[in-house]
């Protein structure tokens, strides 16, 4: 974020709201949708990237029609709180195959990781491959994805 943050107005909630409801909404769209011209929607996406209001643009992929068919949320806690440590796991985690995303929570849990993988030996292997050896992780607890459905929260936020 740049140090000259602007607040938002109501028409940066609306284009972030389509956006969140359709990142490929055209600009065309957008600008019929708020009431300004295409080139103005264009500066003030360019303007909400900028300040870190908008982080980027995203496909929604299935994994589960990719053949990927199982999904885990992974609790992690971590054995000594040492800022070397904590920073380790946290820059290593997101680049181990397939992890989703990755949570630093408050509370019981140190970690929440969403991973996905072809079977349910490939979700052990990374289990055991990943977080049972890493020298940072006490204990873990994997939790089972049976479904998962988005929420439209954000969209209702930004009114």
């Known amino acids: 974020m740049t140090e000259s943050k602007r607040s938002m107005d ?13 990142a490929r909404v055209s600009g065309t769209a957008l600008a019929a949708a708020t009431g300004i011209a295409e080139s103005t929607v264009a500066l003030r996406l360019r303007r909400l990237q900028n300040d870190g209001y908008l982080r980027g ?8 029609a990719l053949g990927i068919t199982v999904q885990a949320l ?7 709180h040492v800022r070397s440590e904590v920073d380790a796991f946290r820059k290593a ?14 509370g019981a849990d140190d970690y ?7 079977s349910a030996a490939d979700l052990r ?18 939790n089972l994805i049976f479904e998962h459905v988005e929420g439209r929260g954000l969209e209702q936020l930004l009114s």
């Not at 909630?13 to 969140?20: E, G, H, T």
């Not at 049972?132 to 873990?140: D, K, L, N, R, S």
């Open 10 to 22: 109501a028409t940066d909630r609306a284009l972030l709201r389509a956006l969140a409801h359709n």
């Open 57 to 64: 643009y995203h496909a929604d992929i299935d994994v589960a």
């Open 74 to 80: 992974i609790s992690i806690k971590l054995l000594k």
């Open 93 to 106: 985690a997101p680049t181990w195959p397939g992890v989703l995303a990755l949570f630093h929570m408050g």
């Open 112 to 118: 929440l990781l969403h991973v996905a993988a072809h």
């Open 125 to 142: 292997d990374f289990v055991l491959g990943y977080l049972a050896g890493h020298p940072a992780v006490a204990h873990t607890e994997t």
